[in-house]
C-alpha cells in the first residue's frame, strides 16, 4: 500500500520560512519521480516543483529562486524549502509520487499571513 505523509505546514508570516516534508512507504522510491503540488479552493492544482528520480529539477516560475525541491532516497523523503513566503503562497501543498502511475499525499495546508 503507497502512503505519502506530508508535515511541515502551518502559518507563517510574509517573508518567512517552512520546510515541507514527505514521507514515502510501499514505493521503490528511487525510482519515483517526486513532486509538489499545490491548490486553492475554486483552482486547479498546479506544479510547484518536481525532481526526477536522477535528480533534474523543474520549479514554477512564481517559486524560482524561493523554494528548492531536494529528496533523500535513503530516507524515502522529499522537502520543500520554502523561502521569502508571500500571501500568495497560501494553499494547501501536495506531494505527488509518479512513475507508471500517479500517487498523492493527503496535503497540508500552508498560510501565510501577517
Known amino acids: 500500500q503507497v502512503q505519502l505523509v506530508e508535515s511541515g505546514g502551518g502559518l507563517v508570516q510574509p517573508g518567512g520560512s517552512l520546510r515541507l516534508s514527505c514521507a514515502a512507504s510501499?514505493?521503490?522510491?528511487?525510482?519515483?519521480?517526486m513532486g509538489w503540488y499545490r491548490q486553492v479552493p475554486g483552482k486547479q492544482r498546479e506544479l510547484v516543483a518536481e525532481?526526477?528520480?536522477?535528480?533534474?529539477?523543474n520549479y514554477a516560475d512564481s517559486v524560482k529562486r524561493r523554494f528548492t525541491i531536494s529528496r533523500d532516497n535513503a530516507k524515502n523523503t522529499v522537502y520543500l524549502h520554502m523561502n521569502s513566503l508571500k500571501p500568495e503562497d497560501t494553499a494547501v501543498y501536495y506531494c505527488?509520487?509518479?512513475?507508471?502511475?500517479?500517487?498523492w499525499g493527503q496535503g497540508t495546508q500552508v498560510t501565510v499571513s501577517s
Open positions: 510501499g514505493i521503490i522510491f528511487s525510482i519515483y519521480a
Open positions: 505527488n509520487a509518479k512513475f507508471s502511475s500517479d500517487h
Open positions: 525532481i526526477s528520480s536522477w535528480g533534474s529539477i
